[in-house]
């Protein structure tokens, strides 16, 4: 089976797009969940993120385990896509870290 250039690249955008659509569904919803729960802690909100973060590197990580054993239930496709998802999630983390730290600042040097 030989793959074409051209059609992998369109596969690419189209998940790429895909992906973009779920990304905007999901923090609209995250918004809605936010502002009807107003009591909810941003605490347990950040928890929450880093745990899903954690899941998908877990995920992520038993996937290329399972690759490298010689697993035929699971397909390179599938391990890439697990760790892209994983890498990705953890880098917006770590830019929303940086965010949090750079508006504490902020808030700290502002004149009392």
């Not at 998940?15 to 990304?23: D, G, K, Q």
């Not at 385990?65 to 994983?86: F, H, N, P, W, Y």
């Not at 830019?95 to 504490?104: D, F, G, I, T």
């Amino acid at each position: 089976m030989k793959i074409q250039p051209n059609s992998l690249y369109q596969e690419m955008q189209s998940l790429a797009v895909e992906a973009t659509r779920n990304t905007i569904k999901t923090n609209e919803v995250a918004v809605q969940k936010t502002a009807a729960t107003s009591s909810a802690q941003f605490g347990d909100l950040l928890s929450d993120a880093i745990n899903t973060v954690n899941g998908l590197q877990k995920d992520a990580k038993s996937k290329v385990t399972a690759l490298e054993m010689g697993d035929r239930s699971v397909s390179l496709a599938e391990v890439m896509i697990a760790s892209q998802k994983s890498s990705v999630a953890f880098e917006a983390t770590v830019q929303v870290r940086n965010k949090l730290v750079e508006s504490y600042k902020e808030i700290m040097n502002m004149p009392v």
